[in-house]
Structures are given as C-alpha cells and as structure tokens.
C-alpha cells in the first residue's frame, strides 16, 4: 500500500495524528504506516518538506493541520476538505490565481468518514505567502477568491504533488474565523526572525481577543484530533494514480 506522507506546519497539528518514531524535525513514521514532517509555517517550509516525504518513499501527500476562516458562516472546529486549492505563489494580489484539484476519490472516501461526526465545509482553501490576520482583509479575500478559508501551505504541497503526479489532499480545520483579528501582539510572537512570546503577555488591551483564541485553539484542536480517529482508514489509503 502506498505510503501517505503527511505535511503539518506545527507540532501540535502533527501530535493529532499520534506519537512518531524519530526526530521531531525530520521525516518520521506514525504508528499506522504513513510518513510525517513537521514543515514549519510558509510555503517554502512546506514545499521542502513535501519533497523529503516523496524522497522518503512517499506515494501520496497530505496536507494537515489549521486555518483561519474566510466565509463568516464558518464556526472554529469547522473541518475544510477543499475540493480545490488557490493561491498567487508570488504574492501580488493583481496576479492570476493558480489553482490544484484535489484527489476526487480519495476525497470522497475521507468525507465518507467525517460526515455526521465533524462540522465539515466543502468550499476552496486558499494558501497565502503571508499570514491574513485581521477580518477587513480576511472579508476581501473571500470576496476575491470565494475561498472559505486560508492557510500558509496547502497550495506548495498540492505544487509539489502536481509536479510528481501523485495523489493530493488537505484537510485544515479552522481556528480562528473571519471575524477574528489577530492581535498584533500574538502576530510579532510568530516572526520567524525574531520570535518573542513577551509583547503576548504585556498587552492588555489584547488579553480579551487571546482568551477567545484560546478557546478556539482548543476546539480546533479537539476537532483535529476527531478527524485523525475518524479518518485513519481513508487517510492512508490513496487513491492510485495522482489526480
């Protein structure tokens, strides 16, 4: 059976999946067979990780983890399993949108799984080369795009896949919605350059919107953590044959 080699940005996204053997910055193995790298957050990180996975003898790639909301109607919790990924790799909002289909079969059979247990949205996810923070540009972004939610990877991993013709998926849940802005404290604490966990604690003005982030990272984290149980069979069984 094919191996799925799994991207996630972040540690806890990967912890959902199950305990690893090996380094936590190199391609590892889940208990269940199927290979995963700890990307970090952006899409070069996670291009290089797809790679690695391929190299490590991966026939199929994943990728996995959280996003933010776009479409307002979209509760934290809310499990995205996009039938399309969209992004503008250079950045320049003027420039055309590139877009990756993902696996219909595999797709299916993972929904399959979902469905009647998780909250589950159906609609594009677009990846962006810097974070979408604050709900006025989250609010252009839908308007722009029509994507339902956001993230930092999806669409290099899905270029990757492309580029290899193997099999692609994602499934992001969503942690903080349109109408969250991101405090801009909590965003300095992020920079890759220069990260500092001290401005999170000494503003106060921002205690209010990080207690409700608070809260939407455990739901998120909750419901990840339902999806890993519910979709172990379909994750790691792939669709032969790329898209």
Known sequence: MTATG?????????????????????????????????????????????RELI????????????????DR????GTAVVPGEVIWRPEGNGAAALRSFTTTPLWRERLLSQLQGHVRIAHGALFTGVTPVAVA??????????RAVAVDMESAAIAEVAAA???PFLALRVVLDTASDSLPESLMRAFEPERPSWRPVATTPAD???????????????RSLG???????GARNSPVEGGH
């Open 226 to 232: 339902a999806c890993a149980r519910l979709s172990a």
């Open 73 to 76: 109607a979209l509760a934290s």
């Open 6 to 50: 799994i991207v996630a940005a972040l540690a806890f996204e990967a912890r959902s999946l199950g305990r690893s053997r090996g380094a936590a910055q190199a391609v590892t193995r889940l208990a269940d067979g199927s290979l995963i790298r700890i990307s970090g957050i952006g899409p070069d990180k996670a291009a290089r990780a797809a």
């Open 136 to 145: 006025a540009s989250k609010a252009r972004l839908h308007a722009d795009t």
């Open 55 to 70: 190299d490590a003898g991966a026939g199929a790639l994943l990728s996995w983890g959280v996003a933010g909301g776009l």
């Open 207 to 221: 205690w209010p919107a990080l207690l409700r982030l608070a809260r939407q990272y455990w739901r998120a984290r």
């Open 164 to 166: 290899h013709a193997l």
